[in-house]
């Protein structure tokens, strides 16, 4: 009967990420458009290294989420924001 636990799935190991200042991430989400279009929350974390919840805070004032599509669950800059990145790449 023991021999009969359930296994436990083995999760990694819970990492506190330290909010960065606003207008860095900013900066930095801004740069990460310019290499791709297109982001994965989960991608963004990894790449920022922020909180989940502080980040779709800023991704919600930056970016629309495509729910449907090619590009569903990912996010994408606003088009506002999309002419001043390519107008500052071009100067």
Excluded: H
Excluded at 42 to 57: G, H, I, N, R, S
Excluded at 62 to 70: A, D, E, P, S
């Amino acid at each position: 009967m023991q021999d009969k636990k359930k296994a436990v799935p083995v999760k990694g190991p819970e990492v506190k990420r330290t909010r960065r200042d606003r207008g860095e991430l900013e900066d930095i989400m801004f740069k990460l458009f310019e290499r791709q279009p297109n982001w994965t929350l989960k991608q963004l974390v990894q790449e920022t290294d922020q909180p989940a919840q502080f980040l779709k805070e800023i991704l919600n004032e930056l970016c629309v989420y495509n729910k449907r599509g090619t590009n569903q669950g990912t996010y994408e800059l606003k088009p506002e924001y999309k002419k001043s990145v390519e107008d500052t790449g071009a100067e």
